[in-house]
């Protein structure tokens, strides 16, 4: 798992997945100073000022390097791109939609691009606009889902197969055993949320972190929004949601997301989580997360280490 760490410039092949709300300067910085690569998220950003805050707020924290995420529906896309471009990022993860400008434009100006799919045909038409890598997102990821349905096992080989890019799998990884189940399928790298949404570090309310920790494999559901689902804790907000949908209340459900995550108010609106979490029971710092996934003991234990 190489050609992807060369690419980063990171230590290991593990990106902290964007997560809209949370993925915020310290979460990051802590992903990239523990060997992984921090993204940041800009989904929820309307000004790219504030996006330009958080790429220096981040810096302030870490020297190491970190990624911006871009979102197809965000109406301000391309000035976040021109943020990303005049700040020096070097890698953009792209998500949510895709823009073969928006690729050229990227690459022109020599940011790495990483395109994340959820189809085969999506990976083949991304790898030919002249993306550098594919994420491939299966149907157990937290959070919104590309058109697709496959599952990360079924979906990251066949992606393998048909791009020559790296491919990083995403979705469903939360310990070494998925990392090495990734290596397995041909992945170069593995992109987690969840797992890092568990984490010390994370801005995420207590609340909501308690939910994912009592969490089984049956916790989580998917909510049509649009044109696509996003995963979601079955939460009783969701289910009543669910049994009477109505798209006037889904977009006050959804208007609440931030408010869900940062405040813990898990009764106002769904909150976006991989199937994953039924095996996540203990909220870990970064750091232990990621030397976990590579089986770097966190301690010197003798005789293993110099
Ligand atoms: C709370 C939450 C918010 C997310 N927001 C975004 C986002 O803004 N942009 C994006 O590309 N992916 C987003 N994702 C997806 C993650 O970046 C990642 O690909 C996904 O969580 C991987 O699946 P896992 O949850 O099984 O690890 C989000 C996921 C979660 C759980």
Redesign the pocket.
């Known amino acids: 798992m190489n050609r992807l760490t060369e690419m980063l410039g990171c230590r290991f092949p593990i990106l902290?997945?964007?997560?809209?709300?949370?993925?915020n300067p310290e979460l990051v910085a802590a992903v990239s100073e523990a060997g992984g690569f921090g993204?940041l998220?800009?989904?929820?950003i309307t000004d790219p000022e504030i996006l330009k805050v958080q790429i220096e707020a981040t810096r302030s924290i870490t020297a190491k390097p970190f990624g911006v995420?871009l979102?197809g529906f965000n109406p301000r896309t391309m000035a976040m791109a021109q943020v990303v471009v005049d700040m020096g990022i070097d890698a953009v993860?792209l998500?949510?939609g895709f823009s073969a400008s928006l690729v050229g434009f990227l690459g022109e100006h020599g940011v790495t691009v990483l395109q994340?799919v959820a189809n085969v045909a999506h990976a083949a038409k991304a790898e030919a606009a002249g993306v550098d890598a594919i994420?491939a997102?299966?149907c157990?990821?937290?959070?919104?889902q590309g058109t697709g349905g496959a599952s990360?096992l079924v979906l990251v080989p066949q992606v393998v197969d048909a791009v020559t890019v790296p491919v990083v799998a995403?979705?469903?990884?939360?310990d070494r055993r998925g990392f090495l189940a990734a290596a397995a399928l041909g992945a170069s790298g593995v992109?987690?949320?969840?797992?890092?949404?568990a984490s010390r570090e994370c801005i995420?309310h207590s609340r909501c972190k308690e939910v994912m920790c009592r969490a089984d494999d049956q916790a989580t559901t998917l909510l049509p929004v649009g044109r696509s689902n996003v995963?979601v804790v079955r939460t009783p907000v969701v289910s009543e949601y669910l049994a009477n949908p109505d798209p006037v209340v889904l977009d006050h459900l959804m208007s609440a997301?931030g408010q869900v995550?940062l405040d813990g108010r898990i009764d106002l609106g769904p909150?976006?989580?991989?199937?994953?979490?039924g095996m996540i029971h203990e909220i870990k710092s970064v750091r232990e997360i990621i030397e976990e996934l590579m089986a770097i003991p966190s301690e010197p234990v003798g005789g293993l280490v110099d």
Do not use: D
């Not at 998220?41 to 929820?44: I, R, T």
């Not at 909150?271 to 979490?277: L, N, R, T």
């Open positions: 902290q997945g964007a997560m809209s709300f949370v993925s993204v998220a800009s989904a929820p995420n979102v993860t998500s949510a994340v994420i997102e299966g157990e990821s937290g959070g919104a990360t995403a979705g469903g990884i939360a992109q987690m949320g969840s797992r890092f949404l995420a995963r997301s995550l909150m976006a989580s991989g199937q994953v979490i």
